[in-house]
């Protein structure tokens, strides 16, 4: 496989040819990490303008911004003023910054340790092996690739990502799951599963619906995404995963201990600082729309480092892609008439291929869906 290097004063640079070659080594950046390079092949760097731009957003050094947590310990159905405040609490976070720190949410802290360890070792697996599983067909139960959006995107992303369709159409059958995490995932999955059945009743509650009305509508779909971030040789010159808002009604994420994800929070990225044991629960786009702008679907990225690998697990909560038959908008029991609707009502398909097609380029896919009065 021909990359060039960042630095290298090439004549031409022909991009599409090396991002066919990167495609066809099917081994993701970790095969070009593996290879031995000391400086970012030219694909990965961020254009110059978007590097200058960075200055006005630096986290600044006394910043003592955190995302807000929430303590589910004392949770329990019948204790109302305890589930009263967190039901606040999710409101508040929700509102704000879009995103909220769970602890105490019931999830074992070996079977956290060991899907990041799963992830891992499907990441780090013999490379003739992990190619099976590459492809680029998002219909795919389980696949492997970098970059959904490889060909639209001003530079790729410093990860790879193992991606299980979990859901839709029918349950996935575990079989189809790599052997050297299938174990790991189909516990994962049980127990996400139930956080997030308990999450949606959360944020459900506090826009004022019904507690099982957000769940009745995004029951049909999870997709786990094991993103594996290398350790990258000049990180400063490209991100792990670009600015973006997440394409779900919400998120549930997971980090290891290496940290990296920031948050665009008052103009300046916010660092979401690995903890142990913790969630991250963030509100995604459709929730944004659908709860009329009540919900904040947050910017955020993920930086490279010199320290990795990186993983996480991310599990989104969302309803069919491919959907052409449900209609998502504003929910009538939120508006009024000093809090009009802001988006049109669309479906699942065309928000997605909208999103797609744009990829992951800073600009919300939202803004495509605003009504032309606001
Ligand atoms: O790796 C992370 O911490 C964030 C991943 C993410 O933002 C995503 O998968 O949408
Ligand atoms: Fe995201």
Not at 90 to 106: E, I, K, P, Q, Y
Request: with cysteine; hydrophobic share 35%.
């Amino acid at each position: 496989m021909e990359i060039t290097g960042a630095g290298e004063q090439q004549p031409t640079y022909d991009r599409l040819k090396e991002l066919k070659a990167f495609e066809e080594s099917k081994a993701g950046v970790k095969g070009v990490v593996d290879a031995g390079i000391v400086k970012n092949p030219r694909m990965f760097v961020r254009p110059l303008d978007e590097l200058t731009e960075e200055l006005d957003h630096i986290e600044q050094e006394n910043s003592n911004f955190e995302i807000p947590v929430i303590d589910m310990e004392s949770l329990d159905q019948d204790d109302h003023s305890r589930r009263k405040e967190i039901i606040d609490e999710v409101r508040r976070a929700s509102g704000t910054w879009g995103f909220f720190r769970l602890v105490n949410h019931g999830i074992p802290l070996t079977v956290i340790n060991d899907i990041i360890k799963g992830m891992k070792r499907f990441h780090e697996q013999d490379t003739e092996l992990k190619k099976q599983y590459h492809s680029d067909d998002h219909k795919t139960g389980c696949m492997f690739y970098t970059n959904f959006d490889l060909y639209v995107s001003k530079y790729a992303n410093w990860r790879d990502t193992l991606r299980c369709n979990l859901l839709s159409p029918d349950p996935l059958d575990p079989q189809e799951l790599p052997d050297t995490c299938r174990d790991i995932i189909v516990e994962y999955w049980k127990h996400i599963t139930t956080l997030a059945d308990t999450v949606s009743e959360f944020l459900s509650e506090a826009l004022g619906l019904e507690q099982d009305h957000l769940k009745r509508i995004f029951t049909d779909f999870l997709i786990l995404s094991g993103h594996y971030y290398p350790a990258c040789p000049e990180p400063e010159l490209t991100l792990g995963a670009s600015k973006h808002s997440d394409a779900s009604f919400f998120t549930l994420l997971l980090q290891d201990h290496i940290g990296g994800l920031q948050i665009l929070h008052q103009n300046q990225w916010v660092t979401v600082k690995p903890i142990p044991g913790t969630l991250i629960v963030n509100i995604g786009d459709l929730l944004q729309l659908i709860s009329n702008d009540k919900f904040k679907s947050a910017e955020h990225r993920v930086l490279a480092n010199r320290n990795g690998p990186r993983v996480s697990v991310a599990c989104f909560l969302n309803t069919k892609f491919s959907d052409n038959t449900k209609i998502f908008g504003p929910l009538k029991e939120i508006l009024s008439e000093e809090n009009p609707p802001i988006y049109k009502y669309i479906t699942m398909k065309e928000y997605t291929e909208h999103y797609v097609k744009k990829g992951l380029d800073g600009v919300s896919a939202l803004n495509h869906f605003k009504l032309s009065s606001n």
